[in-house]
């Protein structure tokens, strides 16, 4: 399965992708670059900031700024990653910056339910700008 990840909100594109991984699934997730996140910019930025500063360079936690490894973070919290359920689980989910070589031939599916159209809210932050704010 191939999820095209442009103007998905990625709380949801997580979810759905983490149901999909967990029943079995390979998952490829196309465009994570592209993915949103919700709220203010001010907000994001503040909240990820703090989350990358805590702990220590050697112990962690651990970010990453690339925007293709930001969203596999997320998508990892949506797992019980501890677990061999979950181990499974994450290596069958893949997140490429565009559209890898492989995967171009393939056609690309997009969730509805998580399209930047759902928002209540015109506030929303790409992953692209949030990584390169925390890259500084």
């Known amino acids: 399965m191939i999820i ?5 909100i990625v709380g949801r594109l997580a979810t759905y992708a983490t149901k999909k991984a967990l029943l079995g699934e390979k998952v490829n997730i196309i465009n994570c670059e592209e993915a949103i996140i919700t709220g ?10 703090t989350k990358s500063k805590r702990g220590t360079p050697q112990k962690g936690p ?12 997320i998508i990892r919290g949506m797992l019980p990653y ?8 994450y ?28 928002l209540p809210t015109l506030k929303y932050m790409k992953i692209k700008d949030l990584t390169k704010l925390l890259g500084k």
């Open 91 to 118: 290596r069958n989910i893949m997140c490429y910056i565009s559209t890898p070589e492989e995967l171009k031939k393939e056609k690309a599916e997009t969730i509805k339910s998580a399209h930047i159209s759902k």
């Open 62 to 73: 651990f970010f990453s700024k690339r925007p293709d490894m930001f969203v596999r973070r």
């Open 40 to 49: 203010s910019k001010k907000e994001i930025h503040y909240r990820y900031l």
């Open 4 to 8: 095209d990840a442009e103007n998905l």
């Open 82 to 89: 501890k677990k061999e359920r979950g181990i499974t689980a």
